[in-house]
Each structure stands twice: as C-alpha cells, then as structure tokens.
C-alpha cells in the first residue's frame, strides 16, 4: 500500500489531467481496475465533466528572486486555474493568495476553483506559506502561470469482485487531491487492499465488493448516476481517507445514523477494542463521497471511517513521512472484519407456526435448573419473528452476538428456520441503534 501511494503521490491528480491516467495505469499494475472513462463536456443530470487540466509552469517573482513556485510545491497553483502572466501590485497579489497563518510554512491545497462551476479556469489562484507573505515587500510582483487545458475525460477506477446474492457493499476513496498522501491516496491504498483480502478470503462471496476511486463528489455524482442498478442493490458503503495517519480512528455515521451499515461498523469496532471516541453525525466529520452517496435520492446508507484531528489537513506536510503501514494495516482489517460479519449473517425466518418441541433437537433448557439460558432462549425464539437478523436481535436483547449465532445455527441445522438474505431494503429500513452501542 505505501508503495503504491508513493509511485502516485507527485502526480497531478484533479478531476481530469494527463497523468489521472498515468496513475490508474499504476494501479491497475497492481490491482485488477476497470478504468471508467467519461469525456470532457458531458452531462451527467447537472453534472458536467470539466476540461483536463495540466499546469506546465507557475511561479511568483520579485524581480529574479524566485519567491514560490509550482516546482518548489504542487499546492503553489490552484487546480483549474487559468494561464496568467504580469506584473501585480501587492493588494491584487494578495486577493490571489491561499495561506494558513495558523501553520506558517505551509502550501495550502486549494480546492475552490476546480469544484465551483463559474470560477474555473476564469481565475487564477495560487498558495503562498504565510510567513514568506508576511516578508513581501510592496512590489510589484511578476506571476507567471501557464496551464495547457484539452478535451480529455474523468476517469474512475472500480475494483471489483461480484457475490451470488446479487447485493453490494461499497469502499469509496477519492484520489483528486494533488500533493496530498492521506487525503485521498491512503483511502485508495486501503479500499483496494480490502477487496482484494475479501476476494482471496471469500472467493464465492453472497455480497459484492466494490473499491470506488473518484475525483471527490463530481466524481460519486457521476458514478451514481450512471449505475442506479448497483446504487439500488446496494447495502451499505464506507468512504475513507486519512487512512495512514497516526492518529485517532475517527467514525461519521449515516444521513440516519442508525441504519443496518451503522450498526454492523460500530458493533465490528466496539468487538475490536476500536470504537472510537470521537463518532460524529452525518456531516459533522470531514465531509466527502458519502455526502453523495447517502444523499435523500441516491440513499445508500453511508458512513466514513477517517481518522482525527489530522493537522496537515490540506497543506504540504501531509506527505509520506505521514503515511504509517500499521495504520494502513488497521483500517484494512477493520474492513475485512466487517466483510467476516455480512457473509456470516442472515435473517432467520421460521418454518413452523407452531412452537418447536424442543427437547425433540437438544434446544431445550430447563427452566429451574437453568433458568437464564431458558429466558434467553425463549427471548430469541420470540425474536425469529420480528424479521430482524443474527446480529440485531444479538443487539436488541443485549447479549454476544456469538450466543445468539450458535442457538440460531442449530436451528438452521435441524431445518427450523429458513436463513434469509440481508436486502437493501432491509438495510435502508430497519432502524434502530440499540443502548448498548449508543452507550459505547
């Protein structure tokens, strides 16, 4: 994973550019990817798929002296900025300028113009550290940018492994931010990683996985809609980034917080002495693809497994020193956890109306010897019909769901029960966050 983040990280990642491609012909070196192609100019309902954009030269002068240039940082120029070339005076320079007076020394990655429709490529932007603006003199100040633009196309790679029931689980990591490595291209590293140890775990898997690797929300949009089928049959998806900072795991839930994705991550964290801290609201976390994806129309519930505070969050110093495989290593497994779990689970669904004879299959418990174990097991019969599965009713009596997983096993041996599919429909409509995980 940290290889592959290296070989990517210098390129010069957008929406749409030159080396998009070079990067995806890197990683599909390295995992199977089919790469999506969608042509500059396109429409996708309001979407438009902008220009490829590849910057040639940027710098800014005080007469020879050199005071930040693109070759010195990528940040220095703002992505879907336009050629420009003059002489400036300090106060219009300055009206140009990205900085961050709370990290002095640092570029600063400046999304604005590539993500808003009516300033790209009609404005220039640059990123200058805040002390070296703090030393300008008044000027004046030669700029001197130069970008070649050209119809190319989005691209999207998909890693893929397709399951039997028909239904996916989604890993969606944007790979758009350029001189950025945890911010986008450790999320690709690790939703890669985590399909391909599902797919040789679960070579006939019941769910599908699916890697997403997008330019960030133009990128889920048009994916979106262009594949209702699989937006449709879908149960659930997961974004991630800042995936190898050495930091705290960091846990958004649901647009409704307590879906059956929610419940299945928080339960595989709580289970892995992982729950973490801090775990946040629907759009109180960073803010990325599951904005997209769980969306009222689109509806997939989505939640995004990051990691916080990140303090070179969009500046030069989220480089790879800041990439650590352990954390990489953490999230992967969390991932793969969670997949253990989906193809473990099932919705018990009773083939008799009336009540089992018990001692008939060795499913009875004494109820004055045993009392407890015979209230349990009556409590999970009860649960047989409310359609919920293994691991809700585990969650709504409040016991291990490995308890609940034997009794109800034994009951699919002796042909009981029925075991029933996890449906999208299922996963979107069966709401409850039970107070055991609340609490947590």
Same mark, same amino acid.
């Given at each position: ?39 500059a ?7 438009q ?40 005076n ?29 300033r ?27 970008v070649e ?14 399951g ?5 689980v ?23 990683? #985590? ?5 040789q ?22 994916? #979106?809609s ?20 050495d ?7 649901s ?7 929610d419940?299945?991550?928080l ?5 892995m002495?992982?729950?973490p801290?801090r ?14 994806f ?33 954390r990489?290593?953490e ?31 060795n499913?009875y418990?004494d109820?004055t ?28 009596l ?10 109800v ?7 009981l029960?029925?075991?029933l ?17 609340k609490?947590?």
């Amino acid at each position: 994973m940290k290889s592959l983040i290296k070989k990517i990280f210098s390129k010069n990642r957008t929406i749409s550019s030159r080396e998009c491609s070079e990067a995806m012909e890197i990683i599909a070196s390295v995992y199977p990817i089919e790469v999506k192609n969608y042509p500059a100019g396109t429409e996708y309902q309001t979407w438009q798929i902008p220009q490829e954009w590849n910057p040639v030269k940027a710098e800014l002068l005080e007469g020879k002296k050199v005071i930040a240039s693109y070759e010195e940082s990528p940040l220095f120029l703002a992505p879907y900025s336009r050629s420009f070339s003059g002489w400036v005076n300090k106060e219009d320079l300055l009206n140009h300028i990205l900085t961050n007076p709370s990290i002095p020394d640092a570029f600063c990655y400046e999304f604005r113009l590539a993500y808003d429709y009516n300033r790209r490529l009609k404005e220039w932007r640059i990123s200058v550290p805040f002390e070296r603006v703090q030393a300008l003199s008044e000027g004046p100040f030669y700029v001197n940018i130069e970008v070649e633009t050209r119809d190319g196309s989005m691209l999207i790679g998909e890693y893929s492994h397709e399951g039997s029931g028909g239904s996916w689980v989604m890993f969606l990591a944007h790979y758009c931010h350029i001189g950025q490595a945890n911010d986008g291209l450790a999320g690709v590293a690790v939703v890669l990683e #985590a399909v391909r140890r599902i797919r040789q775990k679960y070579p006939k898997s019941f769910y599908g996985y699916k890697a997403l690797l997008m330019p960030e929300t133009i990128g889920s949009s048009v994916y #979106a809609s262009t594949h209702e089928k699989e937006i449709d049959s879908s149960i659930g998806a997961v974004f991630s980034e800042m995936s190898g900072a050495d930091t705290s795991l960091q846990l958004v839930l649901s647009r409704r917080g307590d879906t059956y994705i929610d419940r299945v991550f928080l339960h595989v964290l709580k289970e892995m002495g992982k729950l973490p801290k801090r775990i946040l609201p629907f759009r109180k976390g960073w803010g990325n693809d599951e904005l997209v994806f769980d969306s009222p129309g689109v509806g997939v519930p989505t939640i995004s497994l990051d990691r916080y505070p990140f303090e070179a969050y969009h500046t030069h110093h989220d480089n790879l020193s800041l990439v650590v495989k352990e954390r990489l290593e953490e999230i992967v497994e969390i991932f793969t956890k969670v997949a253990d779990l989906l193809e473990s689970d099932y919705i018990p669904k009773p083939l008799n109306r009336v009540p089992i004879y018990m001692t008939r299959f060795n499913l009875y418990a004494d109820w004055t010897q045993n009392r407890t174990r015979y209230d349990l097991n009556t409590s999970i019969l009860e649960s047989l019909w409310t359609g919920l599965s293994v691991l809700d009713i585990a969650l709504s009596l409040e016991v291990e769901e490995s308890v609940v997983r034997e009794y109800v096993d034994k009951l699919a041996a002796h042909q009981l029960i029925e075991k029933l599919p996890i449906t999208p429909a299922y996963a979107r409509q069966t709401r409850f966050l039970p107070r055991v995980l609340k609490e947590a």
